[in-house]
């Protein structure tokens, strides 16, 4: 889908003010037109590409899991407003379809011509919306970021893609970074159990074997049963696995219960669809993989 292109003259004449801090953007007297992000890992992007010409509004902020998040009155009005809208488009933030009313017009799928997964078992018909948990498939998202931007802000479209060049070497040096991390880990300990299948990404790209997750399903709106728990660790203990990973927007019991009975480690803190707190280290996408992996690599050594 394309982006609807606005006036230089008038774009020019709103652009101005200075750059918004949080998620929800717009900062009294900031005139730019808003550009609006479904989640925070599509909000850090827009950031990382816009830089200070453009005013990002979040609809599921930080911390929030986009799985079950509800569109507030205040995101209905974000998204009336918005010049551009940047959304995932892979079922994640379906949240996003009930306030479009038909304005198709406005809205980016950042994903596109991203190599998608299936699931497994019943979902194998369904794509896996994670796609930024491998940092090539961010490359992917940067670049359509940037060629939206540069749509929407033709004065501004070399910066735009100069941006999305530099954050993509970034990409690159953290997927360098990632590697070796990944590779200091014993091969027969490179196992993942997840809270829900949200890694897929990040252990096809890296060489881990994915075991099972506590959730079997891509969506945390899936509820696991006791025969799924109990199947899930026999598994655990036949293949010696090391860890369970919990994600930090997700209710961690049920995964540290699993940790519990079968005697192995529990790292609660992963981030699967959201980002880290400002200051955090893991309030950037780069900065959220390579969170992740150092606390992977940490559990399963």
Same mark, same amino acid.
């Given at each position: 889908?394309?982006?609807?292109?606005?006036?230089?003259?008038?774009?020019?004449?709103?652009?101005?003010?200075?750059?918004?801090?949080?998620?929800?953007?717009?900062?009294?007297?900031?005139?730019?037109?808003?550009?609006?992000?479904?989640?925070?890992?599509?909000?850090?992007?827009?950031?990382?590409?816009?830089?200070?010409?453009?005013?990002?509004?979040?609809?599921?902020?930080?911390?929030?899991?986009?799985?079950?998040?509800?569109?507030?009155?205040?995101?209905?009005?974000?998204?009336?407003?918005?010049? *551009? +809208?940047?959304?995932? #488009?892979? @079922? $994640?933030?379906?949240?996003?379809?009930?306030?479009? %009313?038909? &304005?198709?017009?406005? =809205? *980016? +799928?950042?994903?596109? #011509?991203? @190599? $998608?997964?299936?699931?497994?078992?019943?979902?194998? %018909?369904? &794509?896996?919306?994670? =796609?930024?948990?491998?940092?090539?498939?961010?490359?992917?998202?940067?670049?359509?970021?940037?060629?939206?931007?540069?749509?929407?802000?033709?004065?501004?479209?070399?910066?735009?893609?100069?941006?999305?060049?530099?954050?993509?070497?970034?990409?690159?040096?953290?997927?360098?970074?990632?590697?070796?991390?990944?590779?200091?880990?014993?091969?027969?300990?490179?196992?993942?159990?997840?809270?829900?299948?949200?890694?897929?990404?990040?252990?096809?790209?890296?060489?881990?074997?994915?075991?099972?997750?506590?959730?079997?399903?891509?969506?945390?709106?899936?509820?696991?049963?006791?025969?799924?728990?109990?199947?899930?660790?026999?598994?655990?203990?036949?293949?010696?696995?090391?860890?369970?990973?919990?994600?930090?927007?997700?209710?961690?019991?049920?995964?540290?219960?699993?940790?519990?009975?079968?005697?192995?480690?529990?790292?609660?803190?992963?981030?699967?669809?959201?980002?880290?707190?400002?200051?955090?280290?893991?309030?950037?996408?780069?900065?959220?993989?390579?969170?992740?992996?150092?606390?992977?690599?940490?559990?399963?050594?």
């Amino acid at each position: 889908m394309k982006a609807s292109l606005l006036s230089i003259a008038a774009l020019l004449g709103v652009m101005t003010a200075a750059c918004g801090g949080g998620d929800s953007g717009g900062a009294d007297g900031d005139t730019r037109p808003p550009v609006v992000a479904t989640t925070a890992i599509i909000g850090a992007l827009v950031r990382a590409v816009g830089g200070e010409q453009v005013r990002v509004e979040v609809l599921a902020p930080s911390g929030v899991d986009p799985h079950e998040y509800e569109l507030t009155a205040e995101n209905l009005r974000q998204v009336e407003r918005a010049k *551009v +809208i940047l959304r995932n #488009g892979i @079922g $994640l933030d379906a949240f996003l379809d009930k306030a479009l %009313k038909g &304005s198709q017009e406005r =809205v *980016v +799928i950042v994903t596109d #011509g991203v @190599g $998608l997964r299936r699931g497994e078992g019943g979902e194998a %018909k369904e &794509s896996d919306p994670h =796609v930024w948990q491998n940092p090539l498939n961010v490359k992917v998202m940067v670049e359509n970021i940037a060629g939206a931007l540069a749509k929407f802000d033709p004065a501004r479209a070399d910066v735009y893609r100069q941006n999305a060049k530099t954050y993509g070497q970034k990409l690159d040096d953290v997927d360098g970074q990632i590697q070796q991390l990944i590779e200091s880990i014993p091969a027969a300990s490179r196992k993942m159990v997840t809270n829900h299948d949200a890694f897929g990404y990040f252990i096809e790209r890296y060489g881990l074997t994915f075991v099972g997750a506590v959730i079997p399903s891509m969506t945390t709106q899936a509820e696991p049963s006791a025969k799924d728990s109990a199947a899930l660790e026999d598994t655990i203990r036949r293949d010696r696995v090391k860890a369970v990973f919990a994600e930090s927007s997700i209710d961690p019991k049920i995964a540290q219960q699993i940790a519990k009975d079968t005697g192995v480690k529990i790292v609660d803190d992963l981030y699967g669809d959201t980002l880290g707190k400002a200051g955090s280290g893991a309030d950037t996408v780069d900065g959220m993989l390579l969170t992740n992996a150092r606390k992977i690599a940490e559990a399963l050594r």
